[in-house]
């Protein structure tokens, strides 16, 4: 064989080579791709992140009812910040906002977090979550801050299943309210206390994980 033909046989070799190796690793990419799931809705804005953002709704399908923001929020500042308000823009949606133990506004501390959804937590109420979000779809959510001001991000509509059992409309905090004093009648007879009337007040649980923290 006379060596140009040696050259071009080597160059076909080589061309061959670089365009299976070049088809193995867009094969292997691909593949890594379609094993990605898409994370819950997360963004920063300036001292707030917000992470595992979702919107849950009923669990049966179709049920009408309240549907519930669920998110955890991180305070990198220092100093200490209320969530004033949830939006759902595009909605006549509106939000109650409950404290963990159902008074006064949610604060997120300086340096720490909160989490609204969830038994003992926090929560954020859409009174006609059926009618404002539907499953499946993305909705826009803005939560507004004290000194940050408005954090806008586009959240999953998910319904109370599955990993979202614990985070749905049935699991909002319990709202301490007054009991009256009892009013004793007649005379307590020794060795006979008389029962008094009484509420236990909501006990706190811990914080449910969420991905990617």
Do not use: W
């Not at 917000?50 to 991180?74: D, S, Y």
């Not at 759902?88 to 159902?102: M, N």
């Not at 720490?112 to 993305?138: D, L, M, P, S, T």
Request: hydrophobic share 40%.
């Amino acid at each position: 064989m006379s060596r140009s033909l040696r050259r071009g046989a080597l160059a076909a070799t080589a061309i061959v080579i670089s365009i299976g190796a070049l088809s193995a690793c867009g094969a292997g990419n691909d593949a890594q791709t379609l094993e990605i799931k898409p994370d819950n809705a997360a963004t920063t804005i300036g001292d707030i992140r917000i992470q595992n953002a979702n919107i849950v709704t009923q669990p049966e399908r179709n049920a009408k009812g309240p549907a519930v923001v669920t998110a955890t929020l991180f305070n990198n500042g220092v100093a200490q910040q209320t969530l004033d308000s949830i939006t759902l823009p595009g909605t006549g949606a509106a939000v109650q906002l409950h404290a963990a133990k159902g008074a006064g506004p949610i604060v997120v501390p300086a340096g720490g977090k909160v989490v609204i959804g969830g038994k003992g937590n926090a929560a954020a109420v859409i009174e006609n979550g059926r009618e404002a979000a539907q499953n499946g779809n993305v909705q826009s959510v803005v939560f507004k801050f004290s000194r940050t001001g408005e954090v806008p991000l586009g959240v999953f509509v998910v319904p109370a299943t599955s990993y979202f059992t614990g985070f749905g409309p049935s699991s909002l905090p319990a709202v301490p309210s007054e009991t009256p004093a009892a009013t004793p009648s007649g005379s307590a007879t020794p060795g006979n206390p008389t029962e008094s009337l009484g509420a236990e007040g909501p006990t706190d649980a811990a914080s449910a994980s969420q991905p990617a923290e």
